[in-house]
């Protein structure tokens, strides 16, 4: 088997708010969602998809109370092209309704910001001068 994740799945308290911070806020591409539907794929690069689920539904799928369903227990990390994208993405989410996390500011190896969305996920957004955006390293 070949390493890979095709879908995230992030269970969402208001699924409109979700959608409207993914898509509007963020710029994220959507795929085949129709009003009335329990999830959203978010289409992105490299074949992977980033779903969000109605909380009740997403109970039901994973068999789990509500009290087993955790957020900020990882994190979603976007690379940038450089410093500028990082503070521009950052003012965008924040804009959407974001929660800033941890002001953008310079690390031992880059630059970084991070927030949560509105349900807690927590996102990275970084420059490192030596991964590309599309995650390839320059070395």
Known sequence: MNPKINFITLAVADLQKSFDF????????????KEGDDHIVFEMEDSIG?????????????????????????????FTGNQEDVDSLLASAIKAGAILVKEAREESWGYSAS?????GHLWEICFNPNILPDGDTFF
């Open 22 to 33: 993914y898509k509007e806020g963020l710029g994220f591409p959507v795929s085949g969602y």
């Open 50 to 78: 980033l779903v969000l689920y109605r909380r009740e539904k997403f109970l039901l799928l994973t068999n789990n109370p509500i009290e087993q369903v955790r957020s900020a227990g990882f994190i979603l990390s976007h």
């Open 115 to 119: 927030f949560s969305d509105p349900d």
